[in-house]
């Protein structure tokens, strides 16, 4: 490569360290191989490693645990809890569903039939989701691969490989066994969380792990997904009693159940974050654990307890059960889970809950959630909850006066009880935090789906919120039934694609501002 800029080594070393702190490592390793001084001046980072039950991921996370150095950055293990199929299977009865026809082999394309399908898939979502934006560098670099795409019959042939290698791990356990090692190796370790949405969207990954780096260039696969979800987006499916549910069933949330039993097992680590991270996806712990006691149940249970347990992040499936009866909370064991964590001071909750419309329940938030048992509590985030307004601000008041952050996400309001608007003027109203110092007023932020065809898509209101609870601004929500924000307010994010970021306007200021053709 290049010769680094002489300006460039000559920057204080202070100066430089800063600069590169913001290039991932990716970038680093390829500054450092322009020169010695380089080398010492821009150490890698690994503040965070990736596990799975791919090969290399295991391979890469184990070399880190063994090294003197680097394993004493490690703060974070991310586990991606997908996994690979040798075909699609579906999940409405306890036991997996497999169409025969996915089966059968593509002879022209040399794949099964459901790669084919799912590889073409791939590509018209790609473009469906770019629709009319311009093309930006992200877009293109993505065109390029598909453009560049192997033949199937190769991408099949290492995807095959893959899996094989995968399957060769879960038989040993070996990531099981890292993860264990990692807990002894890692003396910084404080988060983990367990995500099924790593693989992201095609040539987009959410996390590059190591198995995610070395795919080929053009490997167009069918793109592998955790825990019990659709194959159609945004669908939240029925989560199976756990009690009756067959080990099969159980094992689509491997890595989760891993972490549960063996965070709550051993006793010798320092995990206080555990993150069971959906992504937005509608997936995540199937909330049947809750429903009655369980292995399951009783591993989060002592999490929940440890000393120094400060943070969750808990993703929750929970499909149909929102129109008839809310099983896995009702029980009262979920609240008896969460009262255990007396030094709680970060809580975000997601359901993935199917809309009943009219017909959903509200969800009786203070039978759910023990607030007064967190005296300590500082952020509180709920998403996709069906609720009542009066349930709501009930909570927030009842919240200790240590919370500073409460992030609301897509709230339902069954039964035409409330709106967004009306949320937030009782917010203002009824509360008492605008008498409260600046300083002790709680940040509130608002997200809510704006694009049904593209899930993943989201309004981010920050700003303008605080301005109306705190100093007389405008509301910034419609009211009307559809609870979106009102135009010029807040931004447009896309999960999966972060260069997708826009201001919310119409799509004449976007054409003018070049972000649409």
């Keep these: 490569m290049a010769a ?41 980072s690994f503040s965070r490693v990736f596990l799975s039950a791919n090969l290399l991921d295991v391979k890469v996370f184990r070399s880190i645990a063994n090294h003197p150095e680097f394993r004493k950055q490690v703060t974070e293990i991310i586990w991606d809890d997908a996994r690979f199929v040798a075909a699609p299977a579906s999940w409405e009865d306890y036991t997996p569903f497999i169409n025969r026809n996915d089966l ?21 979502s790609m473009k469906q989701r770019k629709s009319n934006d311009v093309d930006r560098p992200d877009h293109m670099a993505r ?56 693989h992201g969207r095609t040539f987009s990954p959410l996390y590059r792990t190591p198995t995610i780096r070395a795919f080929p260039y053009g490997f167009n696969y069918p793109i592998p997904r955790g825990w019990h979800i659709c194959s159609a987006e945004g669908i939240a499916l029925d989560p199976l009693p756990w009690s009756e549910a067959k080990e099969e069933y159980k094992e689509l949330w491997r890595g989760a159940r891993i972490a549960l039993r063996v965070l709550s097992t051993i006793e010798d680590h320092n995990v206080s974050e555990l993150c069971f991270n959906s992504k937005r996806l509608a997936t995540g712990i199937n909330f049947m654990i809750f429903a009655q006691p369980c ?7 002592a999490i929940m307890k440890r000393l120094g347990f400060r943070h969750l992040d808990l993703s929750i499936l929970v499909g149909n059960s929102g129109i008839y009866d809310y099983e896995g909370f009702t029980s009262g064991y979920f609240f008896k889970a969460l009262s255990l964590a007396r030094e709680l001071t970060h809580l975000n909750l997601t ?47 009842s919240a200790s006066s240590s919370m500073r952050s409460v992030e609301l996400g897509s709230l339902r309001f069954p039964n035409s009880e409330g709106l967004w608007s009306g949320l937030l003027e009782r917010m203002r109203d009824e509360l008492d935090w605008s008498k409260r110092d600046q300083s002790l007023r709680p940040a ?42 009102k135009l010029g307010m807040g931004t447009l994010h896309d999960i999966f694609e972060p260069e997708y970021t826009r201001p919310n306007l119409g799509i004449r200021e976007h054409r003018e501002m070049g972000i649409i053709l």
């Design 104 to 124: 059968k082999m593509d002879v022209e394309e040399g794949c099964p039939a459901w790669f084919l399908r799912d590889c073409k898939e791939n590509i018209r």
């Design 295 to 301: 292995e399951e149940y009783n591993h989060f249970a």
């Design 143 to 198: 065109q390029q691969q598909a453009d560049a795409q192997m033949p199937l019959k190769d991408c099949w042939k290492y995807y095959s490989q893959v899996l094989n290698d995968q399957q060769s791990v879960i038989e040993s356990r070996d990531d099981e066994k890292a993860f264990i090692y990692g807990l002894e190796q890692f003396p910084q370790l404080r988060r983990v969380t367990i995500t099924p949405a790593a």
């Design 351 to 397: 359901l993935a809950l199917e809309d009943g419309g009219q017909n959903d329940l509200a969800l009786p938030l203070k039978e759910i959630l023990p607030i007064q048992q967190w005296p300590n509590l500082y952020h509180l985030g709920l998403f996709n909850f069906s609720v009542n307004v009066s349930d709501v601000l009930n909570l927030l008041d």
């Design 444 to 485: 509130v932020r608002i997200t809510m789906d704006i694009d049904e065809i593209r899930p993943g898509r989201f309004a981010l209101l920050t700003d303008e919120v605080m301005r109306f609870l705190y100093d007389s601004g405008e509301i910034p929500t419609t009211r009307n039934i559809r609870n979106y924000p």
């Design 4 to 44: 680094p800029s002489p300006g460039l080594l000559q920057l204080p070393p202070e100066i430089l360290l800063m600069v590169t702190s913001f290039l991932p490592n990716q970038d680093l390793k390829s500054l450092r191989l322009a020169s010695k001084l380089l080398v010492e001046t821009t150490p890698l």
